[in-house]
């Protein structure tokens, strides 16, 4: 049975404006003890309440290091879980349990095991966009920040299973120019629509700014092959995570920016580097589950304390190794 039909719904004698429900979330969080996390594709008042906004790796990072007794996480369910493997002995809840993700659920443990069985000896690298059962079945998770770091950490005569991002794995085996990387098959349903049709109308319509690119975008592949082929300005194009993306808009000389992602992120470019200016390259390219976190949902995790993430155990101890690899990589 869902959780969801154990716990009722907020009702109309509770805090309905946002002003209230933000006074009832801030008086809660401080009398639990709680830290919001909430990653850059979270609307934006959820981003404004969090005490700490970030992309997959920074995330990770904080629920390692925190010292609060409950972790209200605003992302998705493969989020919270890696908060709940990294800080076993806090409550990390997550405000909605159906807040999946096309790109987690596109391998399971029991593919993996098989696909392991046809490449024994082969290093498992996987995206930290899975489940907790796949990564206790592989050696070194990753995010979109330091895939390329982790790779190349790895004997260039080992052979790697990436996965499950085909788009993320193809541009990591361009990047490091390593041909014995195995890539699952796997795409994130938002980053996959994101083309180089939409790339080419943004240049035209925007011809002064630089492109911005997040490596599970389908356009990333064509960027980097036209980077190769000198069709594209290796000084304005640039393939980044989220937090790489606010890092270089706040530091460049570039007054305009093309994103290629999630469209959540810009809230968080306009607040990192006012006065510029951003365009998503889709504005169709929002996620379904990130939104699916509200204001309503935060104060009602907090006052019911809904809905734990907790991991198994023996799940826990061996995926902990491999998400342990992944925070000590890059910034
Ligand atoms: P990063 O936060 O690692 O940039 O990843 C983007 C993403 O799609 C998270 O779901
Ligand atoms: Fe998953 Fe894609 Fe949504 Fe990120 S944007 S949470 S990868 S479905």
């Known amino acids: 049975m869902s959780a969801l039909s154990t716990v009722p719904m907020v009702d109309a004698s509770e805090p309905a404006d946002a002003a209230a429900l933000i006074a009832e979330i801030n008086r809660l969080r401080r009398e639990r003890n709680a830290v919001i996390l909430a990653h850059s594709y979270q609307i934006p008042v959820i981003q404004d309440l969090a005490d700490f906004v970030g992309d997959s790796l920074g995330l990770s990072r904080q629920a390692a290091t925190t010292d609060a007794d409950v972790i209200v996480f605003c992302g998705v369910h493969f989020m919270a879980e890696t908060a709940a493997i990294l800080s076993p002995d806090k409550t990390v809840l997550l405000p909605d349990l159906d807040a999946g993700c096309s790109l987690a659920a596109s391998i399971t443990a029991e593919q993996l095991r098989a696909w392991k069985a046809e490449h024994p000896g082969a290093v498992v690298v996987s995206y930290v966009n899975t489940t907790a059962e796949v990564k206790a079945e592989s050696d070194y998770c990753c995010t979109s920040a330091n895939a390329v770091e982790i790779v190349e950490s790895i004997p260039p005569d080992r052979e790697i299973l990436f996965l499950p991002d085909l788009f993320l794995g ?21 980053h996959a629509g994101i083309v180089a049709e939409d790339v080419e109308r943004a240049r035209a319509a925007h011809p002064d700014a630089e492109l911005l690119v997040h490596p599970e ?5 064509r960027c980097l092959l036209d980077l190769q082929a000198g069709r594209l300005d290796a000084r304005r194009t640039h393939v980044l995570s989220t937090e790489g993306m606010v890092r270089h808009a706040a530091a460049s000389d570039a007054e305009a920016f093309l994103v290629a992602t999630e469209t959540g992120v810009l809230h968080r470019l306009r607040l990192q580097a006012p006065g510029k200016r951003f365009y998503p390259v889709r504005e169709a390219a929002v996620c379904n589950y990130m939104k699916m976190i509200t204001l309503e949902k935060v104060y009602r995790s907090l006052r019911d304390m809904v809905y734990p993430v907790i991991v198994a155990p023996e799940i826990a101890e061996r995926a902990r190794v491999a998400i342990d690899r992944m925070i000590a990589v890059g910034r």
């Open 170 to 190: 193809e541009w990591v085996r361009r990047a490091t120019g390593r041909d014995n990387i195995h890539v699952w098959l796997g795409e994130c349903h938002v």
């Open 217 to 221: 975008c389908a356009c990333g592949s």
